[in-house]
């Protein structure tokens, strides 16, 4: 099964743009077998689905967004290094979260393997 | 799209069994067979613990159990352990490549 790992700053300030990245290993990217997506969990509250990625070697594939979130969002994969990123912009405290990466399998409607998180916070 | 509402709180002794509901609406829980659960310890990932409504990812305890009527699915946990202390999340398929979680549902063993 793969594993994924998020990195990026604990810190952004108001109305910049949060990008974190998640490296994945254990499998290729680009395999066909996985969708790649994001999901955050503000302090004490629920989880959020943000986005996900699909690529194939071939090169094709699609992304889908959160309605809520989806002017302000991007999710992309560069395949030469195995990762895919989130780009969230104008982004305000309420932005403030744990963030996951996550992975589900093609013509799987859920999610797993998980990431363990990363705490990214927005503040002056 | 609006989160699917869950208690806040459930708690319940060791041994017993307690369910933990997750309501949405015909766009989402009561339109598709596509509801999931997590559990989540403090300070951790969340953990798949059923996908499909009712179906046990492997190395799950058969003590987790999963059902769904109209708008609302179900998990329940028989036989409560001390360690099943956590909270609970429940996930549905929204349409149109969307997905959307519960609020949480923070369990207690008593």
């Known amino acids: 099964q793969v594993q994924l790992q998020e990195s990026g700053p604990g810190l952004v300030k108001p109305s910049q743009t949060l990008s974190l990245t998640c490296t994945v290993s254990?499998?290729?990217?680009?395999?066909?077998?996985?969708?790649w997506s994001w999901i955050r969990q503000p302090a004490g509250k629920g989880l959020e689905w943000i986005g996900r990625i699909y690529t194939t070697r071939s090169g094709s594939g699609r992304t889908n967004y959160n309605p809520s979130l989806k002017s302000r969002v991007t999710i992309s994969v560069d395949t030469s290094k195995n990762q895919f990123s989130l780009k969230l912009g104008s982004v305000t405290a309420a932005d403030t979260a744990v963030y996951y990466c996550?992975?589900?399998?093609?013509?799987?409607?859920?999610?797993?393997?998980w990431g363990q998180g990363t705490l990214v916070t927005v503040a002056s | 799209q609006s989160a699917l509402s869950q208690p806040a709180y459930v708690s319940g002794s060791p041994g017993q069994s307690i369910t933990i509901s997750c309501s949405g609406s015909?766009?989402?829980?009561?339109?598709?067979?596509?509801v999931s659960w997590y559990q989540q310890h403090p300070g951790k990932a969340p953990k798949l613990i059923l996908n499909d409504v009712t179906e046990r990812p492997s190395g799950v305890s058969d003590r987790f159990s999963g059902s769904k009527s109209g708008n609302t699915a179900s998990l329940t946990i028989s036989g409560l352990q001390t360690e099943d202390e956590a909270d609970y999340f429940c996930c549905s398929y929204g349409g149109a490549d969307t997905w959307l979680f519960g609020g949480g549902t923070k369990l207690t063993v008593l």
């Open positions: 015909s766009n989402d829980v009561g339109g598709y067979n596509y």
């Open positions: 254990g499998g290729s990217i680009s395999s066909g077998s996985y969708f």
């Open positions: 996550v992975a589900s399998g093609y013509d799987f409607e859920w999610f797993d393997p």
